[in-house]
């Protein structure tokens, strides 16, 4: 994920009282050593898509909406969207 797309995301969400945090340097299965920017918390990465559909016109200042790719992976209670 752009971290430019990352704290976006991450100043909506703590408007809407959700709690996340930013993790920098993120290194997903199958990244083979690669490192991306994550959001942490208890939501889904359909709740990330709603965000970001939502907020389109601000997003898409950002990046296309057909160039966002993302994936997640789950570590006990909370989740990491990248």
Not at 18 to 32: D, G, M, Q
Not at 40 to 49: E, V, Y
């Amino acid at each position: 994920m752009n971290l430019t797309i990352a704290n976006k995301l991450k100043n909506i969400m703590q408007l809407n009282s959700l709690e996340v945090e930013i993790h920098p340097s993120y290194s997903a299965r199958f990244n083979y050593g690669e490192k991306t920017v994550g959001l942490i918390g208890q939501f889904t990465a359909n709740c990330i898509w709603k965000i970001i559909i939502d907020n389109r016109d601000e997003i898409e200042q950002i990046m296309p909406l057909e160039k966002i790719d993302i994936h997640s992976d789950t570590f006990g209670l909370d989740t990491i969207v990248y």
